[in-house]
């Protein structure tokens, strides 16, 4: 199938658009510049209304104009046919976005919600004029698709019902306490009403601007605490599930998509990294599958609006995580591979390859002038964690006396084997890997597959997919012990992969399910409900019944005093006995649980304390037998025991 070529027969009207929508974008233009400008009082014309009135008259000067042959014959020029004033169209508003930001940059403007509405509307002219213009979309209607495809849309549907239940069940109680590293994104994401991170595409520690300000807005609607923080990162999860089948539907087809749908939905580490917002790899795992769906079936089928999409969606990736800068390395390889490869195949799809890059490039914009102004936040993990930017390679040498090769390859086996034999230990606790013995297996299965059927623009794909993350992993990042939940970015195309296995092993049992269509699904729920249940007890059953989660006993008091800090509903002075660890205002979950609740740090013994009724003392494990003592002596007053499952973790006591 082919794309239909322009039309060459002329239509005074599309001059007349185009004009027109010049006359719009300088009018936007106006207004952007004069909402960048400080108000003053008494002037007669606000600045820049000069250029306001050109692009009135613009527009007016659009509808005179006449169908005359002169305006006929200039009509059939190229740049005045559908698909060149949609890209036109994208294109502006995508550089008034950038220009927008740029003057907002300038004159410390936190209102950028006229930026991002004219951002994406410049992203959907794009993939619509190639969705406007493509032969090969089919006029159905909505309807009839969804009647033509109903029993798949049923199916994850339910899927994304099962999903949803196991991460919203408890949102705000599971884990039990915020990690340091859910505090400060709380608290960053709190800084996105103002300053430099109401800018969407900034970025703190390559979270996007845009990501923490979505999290800022589900803590002002469900309330500063563990449910409005991780809300998000839980709707990620019940996502991945559409997003999964998708790119596992185009890569295996429907059987293979199902299995992946149904182990995803129950991966214990994706469910636990669905409850909690310290990473934002939990992201990655619905925008890169969709990502690359839209790529490979745009490519596959030819339609450049599915491609075009692919890239507006990866410019726009960027405003969430820094991820995807390792999906446009791989696209980029990918493309690479196939010119010179797959030729033949590519060369007929080099316009759906360049719709791609163009939707890449156009939406980009605002986020490459943000890199372009502060480089050092655009490239802050890099910085800090980087293999080579922050020293770790050389120092890494210099202690084990391995060469540079011999470190890198072993960094690279290690995020591998992150997958299925190290434990998930970073920002989870679980003793067991990301996926359990058995969907290894069928997960190491399937991608021997995969390697054995590269010629498949598709499987070359997905083994991009997963080696890519692997080698990105491996050789870009540090610390080692990180690859547990960095690969989380990686386990679409596993559990794809995983799928593709089982289903090739029953079919060399000869369970094959054309013929044996019973003993196929017999045996394939066998294994996903034995995986079920293995992921379920995992999570539920033996972590979250359990106060595995957060680095240490120190972290996990943090959390609960700032939660005990905000049960506290008198104005009065809160004093807590600190010593060397335990000391108020280390940890960010504290502070933004309690909503910066001032608290005095008392290191002193208790008998030295004077207060008066009606003030709080606070005591961590360390100093809480100190307290109940003195407590014995001036009783009367409110006492409150915390419990960190079997262990008192904290005392707080209210002075009659």
């Given at each position: 199938?082919?794309?239909?070529?322009?039309?060459?027969?002329?239509?005074?009207?599309?001059?007349?658009?185009?004009?027109?929508?010049?006359?719009?974008?300088?009018?936007?233009?106006?207004?952007?510049?004069?909402?960048?400008?400080?108000?003053?009082?008494?002037?007669?014309?606000?600045?820049?209304?000069?250029?306001?009135?050109?692009?009135?008259?613009?527009?007016?000067?659009?509808?005179?104009?006449?169908?005359?042959?002169?305006?006929?014959?200039?009509?059939?020029?190229?740049?005045?046919?559908?698909?060149?004033?949609?890209?036109?169209?994208?294109?502006?508003?995508?550089?008034?976005?950038?220009?927008?930001?740029?003057?907002?940059?300038?004159?410390?403007?936190?209102?950028?919600?006229?930026?991002?509405?004219?951002?994406?509307?410049?992203?959907?002219?794009?993939?619509?004029?190639?969705?406007?213009?493509?032969?090969?979309?089919?006029?159905?209607?909505?309807?009839?698709?969804?009647?033509?495809?109903?029993?798949?849309?049923?199916?994850?549907?339910?899927?994304?019902?099962?999903?949803?239940?196991?991460?919203?069940?408890?949102?705000?109680?599971?884990?039990?306490?915020?990690?340091?590293?859910?505090?400060?994104?709380?608290?960053?994401?709190?800084?996105?009403?103002?300053?430099?991170?109401?800018?969407?595409?900034?970025?703190?520690?390559?979270?996007?601007?845009?990501?923490?300000?979505?999290?800022?807005?589900?803590?002002?609607?469900?309330?500063?605490?563990?449910?409005?923080?991780?809300?998000?990162?839980?709707?990620?999860?019940?996502?991945?599930?559409?997003?999964?089948?998708?790119?596992?539907?185009q890569v295996g087809g429907q059987r293979i998509a199902t299995i992946a749908a149904i182990m995803i939905a129950f991966s214990h580490s994706h469910i636990h990294f669905s409850r909690i917002v310290s990473v934002a790899y939990i992201?990655?795992?619905?925008?890169?599958?969709?990502?690359?769906?839209?790529?490979?079936?745009?490519?596959?089928?030819?339609?450049?609006?599915?491609?075009?999409?692919s890239g507006v969606l990866l410019a726009i990736h960027y405003s969430v995580y820094l991820t995807s800068q390792i999906v446009t390395g791989l696209v980029l390889i990918y493309m690479i591979i196939l010119a010179i490869f797959y030729?033949?195949?590519?060369?007929?799809?080099?316009?759906?390859?360049?719709?791609?890059?163009?939707?890449?490039?156009?939406?980009?914009?605002?986020?490459?002038?943000?890199?372009?102004?502060?480089?050092?936040?655009?490239?802050?993990?890099?910085?800090?964690?980087?293999?080579?930017?922050?020293?770790?390679?050389?120092?890494?040498?210099?202690?084990?006396?391995?060469?540079?090769?011999?470190?890198?390859?072993?960094?690279?086996?290690?995020?591998?084997?992150?997958?299925?034999?190290?434990?998930?230990?970073?920002?989870?606790?679980?003793?067991?890997?990301?996926?359990?013995?058995?969907?290894?297996?069928?997960?190491?299965?399937?991608?021997?597959?995969?390697?054995?059927?590269?010629r498949q623009p598709a499987f070359l794909l997905a083994n991009g997919y997963i080696w890519g993350a692997v080698v990105a992993v491996g050789v870009f990042a540090t610390p080692p012990s990180a690859d547990s939940y960095r690969m989380?970015?990686?386990?679409?195309?596993?559990?794809?992969?995983?799928?593709?296995?089982?289903?090739?092993?029953?079919?060399?049992?000869?369970?094959?399910?054309?013929?044996?269509?019973?003993?196929?699904?017999?045996?394939?729920?066998?294994?996903?409900?034995?995986?079920?249940?293995?992921?379920?007890?995992?999570?539920?059953?033996?972590?979250?019944?359990?106060?595995?989660?957060?680095?240490?006993?120190?972290?996990?008091?943090?959390?609960?005093?700032?939660?005990?800090?905000?049960?506290?509903?008198?104005?009065?002075?809160?004093?807590?006995?600190?010593?060397?660890?335990?000391?108020?205002?280390?940890?960010?979950?504290?502070?933004?649980?309690?909503?910066?609740?001032?608290?005095?740090?008392?290191?002193?013994?208790?008998?030295?304390?004077?207060?008066?009724?009606?003030?709080?003392?606070?005591?961590?494990?360390?100093?809480?037998?100190?307290?109940?003592?003195?407590?014995?002596?001036?009783?009367?007053?409110?006492?409150?025991?915390?419990?960190?499952?079997?262990?008192?973790?904290?005392?707080?006591?209210?002075?009659?």
């Amino acid at each position: 199938m082919t794309e239909r070529q322009p039309e060459s027969e002329g239509d005074v009207k599309n001059i007349q658009r185009l004009v027109a929508f010049l006359g719009v974008f300088i009018l936007l233009l106006s207004q952007f510049l004069v909402f960048s400008q400080p108000i003053t009082d008494d002037v007669s014309l606000p600045p820049y209304t000069p250029l306001t009135f050109v692009g009135v008259i613009i527009m007016i000067l659009s509808q005179l104009i006449r169908p005359t042959p002169f305006w006929k014959r200039l009509s059939t020029h190229r740049i005045f046919n559908e698909r060149v004033f949609w890209i036109i169209v994208g294109t502006l508003l995508s550089f008034l976005a950038a220009s927008a930001t740029a003057f907002f940059m300038n004159f410390t403007r936190v209102n950028y919600i006229p930026v991002v509405t004219v951002w994406l509307l410049g992203a959907l002219s794009y993939v619509y004029a190639f969705r406007k213009t493509d032969a090969t979309v089919e006029s159905i209607s909505v309807l009839s698709w969804v009647k033509m495809h109903r029993t798949e849309i049923i199916t994850v549907l339910v899927i994304m019902v099962f999903a949803a239940a196991v991460r919203f069940y408890r949102l705000g109680e599971v884990p039990r306490v915020l990690d340091g590293d859910e505090g400060a994104v709380g608290l960053q994401a709190q800084f996105s009403a103002d300053g430099v991170l109401s800018n969407p595409y900034a970025s703190w520690e390559n979270f996007g601007g845009l990501y923490l300000q979505l999290i800022n807005m589900t803590m002002k609607f469900f309330g500063i605490n563990a449910l409005g923080l991780r809300f998000l990162p839980a709707v990620a999860g019940v996502l991945a599930i559409p997003a999964v089948y998708l790119f596992a539907r185009q890569v295996g087809g429907q059987r293979i998509a199902t299995i992946a749908a149904i182990m995803i939905a129950f991966s214990h580490s994706h469910i636990h990294f669905s409850r909690i917002v310290s990473v934002a790899y939990i992201q990655d795992t619905w925008l890169i599958p969709l990502e690359l769906y839209f790529l490979l079936s745009g490519l596959e089928k030819r339609q450049s609006w599915r491609t075009a999409l692919s890239g507006v969606l990866l410019a726009i990736h960027y405003s969430v995580y820094l991820t995807s800068q390792i999906v446009t390395g791989l696209v980029l390889i990918y493309m690479i591979i196939l010119a010179i490869f797959y030729r033949n195949w590519f060369k007929e799809r080099i316009s759906q390859a360049l719709a791609f890059w163009g939707g890449f490039v156009i939406i980009i914009m605002p986020t490459v002038y943000f890199a372009y102004r502060d480089p050092n936040a655009f490239l802050h993990r890099l910085i800090q964690a980087g293999t080579f930017q922050s020293g770790w390679l050389e120092n890494t040498m210099e202690l084990t006396g391995q060469s540079a090769v011999q470190i890198l390859f072993g960094r690279i086996v290690h995020a591998f084997l992150s997958l299925f034999y190290y434990p998930a230990l970073d920002f989870y606790g679980s003793p067991v890997p990301m996926m359990s013995m058995i969907s290894s297996v069928i997960f190491l299965a399937g991608l021997g597959i995969a390697l054995w059927q590269i010629r498949q623009p598709a499987f070359l794909l997905a083994n991009g997919y997963i080696w890519g993350a692997v080698v990105a992993v491996g050789v870009f990042a540090t610390p080692p012990s990180a690859d547990s939940y960095r690969m989380l970015m990686a386990l679409p195309v596993a559990v794809t992969l995983a799928s593709l296995g089982l289903d090739h092993i029953l079919e060399f049992m000869g369970l094959e399910p054309e013929k044996l269509r019973g003993a196929y699904r017999f045996s394939v729920a066998s294994v996903l409900v034995s995986l079920i249940i293995f992921n379920l007890w995992t999570y539920y059953g033996d972590f979250a019944g359990r106060c595995r989660f957060a680095e240490n006993i120190v972290g996990r008091y943090a959390s609960y005093l700032g939660t005990e800090l905000d049960r506290i509903d008198s104005e009065l002075k809160v004093y807590m006995l600190s010593d060397d660890l335990y000391i108020h205002g280390t940890h960010p979950s504290t502070i933004l649980l309690s909503r910066n609740r001032p608290v005095i740090n008392f290191s002193e013994p208790v008998d030295n304390l004077d207060v008066i009724s009606g003030e709080t003392i606070i005591a961590p494990p360390p100093r809480i037998e100190e307290l109940e003592n003195w407590i014995r002596t001036h009783p009367g007053g409110q006492v409150h025991y915390e419990y960190d499952c079997d262990t008192t973790i904290l005392l707080s006591y209210r002075v009659p």
